[in-house]
């Protein structure tokens, strides 16, 4: 092993298994610099840990990591290393700011710079494998480029709270679970090679906006606790497979558009901003939307056929169920469904609006029947206390769309729940073109902090 003090700093040529002879060195260096090179085991690499704290830079770009074979299992129950592998918690909770990899790395372990002081990154095309949490809780990291199609293990940047830019250099398909969850400032634009997204991979993260229109399948909690999400763009017509609480506790989304696929338990509970929730997917998952006390009123479409358990448990603003477009076809719905809006004598102080003809089916079931059911003619109509004034009305195949304020959000939707047009940050007005001129349509417009949904004949 030789050492060698230069302007750039400390170097230190190794050969497999010399580093602890003369450690001391390293620990107690006070150079911001060093550089490795000649070639080292995983018994000199697990050292490093212990290195001077005032070592900021770590260049192994001329380092040769050869394989090794403990006599017995070490203090993490392996016994064999690869060569090209950065062992398991490397440099965890390290100083370092800055690293420089070995050329031919292979392999990331786990842990192995997590906790450490790197503020960016950039992983070499050689690698294959990067495991669980390898950089998870690096603080001060902001900027990480993944440039070879790595097998990628979960929580890799978790909690990395100053990360906000991630480049992947190759067309990555998957997310893993927690990859960036609680990673508070990432806005988490999702390439559009990716077609599934791992359990909590989002969560907490910054994004306002999501578009998943080439997801497939999404994991549990994936975009849980996101306070500034607000809008969700999802395919209509491709089938996506969702697992509970997906959107769970997002205060500020907004309606989510039709998707194909069933709404799965706890989808967007404690979330939900809208005044209106629009829904027409087959079946409504268990507590999907708990615990919203924003919306105010609920337009159930012909595809929805059974609700679960607790689905619009304490709805507390809930004043009318639409149900004209089922017409006579009462949805399968569970005596919890709309838990915590009884009154007093067990029934629901909340409009339900039925096709005209049909009022005793829905009076006569065991649980619809303990709504106000009727056939209101004046469609919905709900808008949140203001001043703003808000108009909309149709000619020919236009929507015009005025409001007294700037508008933030439209959307238009047919009566079996498709959305036919949506616009942002319209201005005071806009014109809506091309829309259907046979069947009525219902139009959402956020204009001022007011929710209006109207029902155009």
Not at 4 to 12: D, E, F, I, P
Not at 342 to 360: Q, S
Request: charged residues 20%; proline residues 4%.
């Amino acid at each position: 092993m030789v050492y060698t003090a230069t302007a750039m700093g400390l170097s230190v040529e190794l050969t497999p298994g010399t580093l602890s002879e003369q450690w001391p060195k390293l620990k107690n260096c006070t150079d911001e610099t060093v550089q490795l090179t000649g070639s080292a085991d995983v018994t000199d690499l697990v050292l490093l840990k212990e290195m001077s704290r005032n070592v900021k830079t770590l260049d192994m770009s001329g380092l040769k990591i050869v394989s090794y074979t403990y006599s017995d299992i070490d203090n993490i129950g392996r016994s064999e290393y690869a060569a090209d592998e950065i062992p398991a918690y490397m440099l965890m909770g390290s100083s370092i700011t800055k690293i420089i990899f070995p050329q031919e790395l292979k392999i990331i372990g786990e842990g192995a710079f997590a906790d450490s002081e790197l503020t960016e990154i950039e992983i070499p095309a050689t690698v294959s494998k990067i495991e669980a949490g390898a950089f998870s809780r690096c603080r001060a990291l902001q900027k990480a480029v993944l440039t070879s199609e790595a097998q990628i293990g979960k929580g890799v940047f978790k909690d990395c709270v100053s990360l906000t830019s991630v480049e992947f250099k190759y067309s990555i398909t998957s997310i893993p679970e927690s990859m960036f969850e609680g990673c508070s400032k990432y806005s988490a634009v999702i390439p559009s090679s990716v077609t599934v997204i791992g359990a909590k991979a989002y969560r907490g993260t910054a994004a306002e906006d999501l578009n998943l229109i080439s997801v497939e399948n999404i994991g549990k909690f994936a975009f849980a606790d996101m306070t500034s999400l607000s809008s969700v763009t999802l395919s209509q017509t491709q089938y996506i497979t969702m697992d509970m609480g997906v959107f769970f506790n997002d205060p500020q989304l907004l309606q989510l558009p039709t998707f194909s696929g069933d709404i799965p338990a706890l989808m967007a509970a404690n979330s939900q901003k809208a005044g209106d929730l629009m829904i027409n997917q087959p079946m409504i998952g268990e507590a999907a939307y708990a615990d919203s006390p924003n919306v105010t009123t609920l337009t159930l479409g012909a595809n929805v056929n059974s609700i679960g358990a607790n689905a619009f448990r304490n709805l507390t603003s809930l004043t009318l169920v639409d149900v004209v477009r089922k017409i006579d076809v009462t949805p399968q719905v569970d005596a919890t469904s709309f838990s915590g809006l009884e009154n007093e004598e067990g029934r629901y102080n909340i409009k339900l609006n039925v096709t005209k003809g049909t009022e005793g089916t829905w009076s006569s079931h065991p649980v619809w029947g303990l709504f106000e059911v009727g056939n209101f003619d004046t469609g919905i109509q709900e808008t949140l206390p203001g001043e703003v004034k808000i108009n909309a009305r149709r000619a020919g195949d236009s929507v015009i769309i005025t409001s007294s304020e700037e508008i933030e959000n439209i959307e238009i939707f047919g009566l079996n729940g498709t959305t036919l047009y949506q616009s942002r940050n319209a201005g005071k007005g806009l014109t809506a073109e091309g829309l259907d001129t046979t069947n009525p349509l219902v139009v959402r417009i956020v204009s001022g902090g007011v929710v209006k949904v109207l029902k155009l004949r």
